[in-house]
């Protein structure tokens, strides 16, 4: 069978949660290459050879994590289920919880 034709909603949550993790996945190869090269560029400005490379590639494993966790709160914020419902509870519901 389709998985389109019977169930289509958890066919497009599939899909958005895919997407979401394509995402993820570029967003850390960009933040990793920009250390790279920006490390590799300082130091060749300033002629010390690892030192801001090494420096700037261990700054990017926080900042890409803060940024994969940014990204998929964002992203899966927008995700709507039926019925206004998101993680099993409405809108109303959400904002009254304690």
């Given at each position: 069978m389709d998985p389109k034709k019977t169930d289509p909603a958890r066919y497009t949550l599939n899909m958005?949660?895919?997407a979401v993790a394509g995402?993820?996945?570029?967003?850390?190869?960009?933040?990793?290459?920009a250390a790279a090269f920006g490390g590799l560029w300082l130091d060749g400005q300033f002629g010390t050879r690892p030192l801001f490379t090494i420096g700037l590639l261990l700054a990017a494993v926080p900042v890409t994590l803060i940024a994969m966790f940014w990204l998929v709160r964002q992203t899966t914020s927008r995700i709507q289920f039926e019925n206004g419902k998101t993680n099993g509870k409405?809108?109303?519901d959400r904002d009254t919880d304690d």
């Open positions: 958005a949660l895919a995402q993820v996945g570029c967003l850390t190869v960009v933040i990793v290459v409405s809108r109303d």
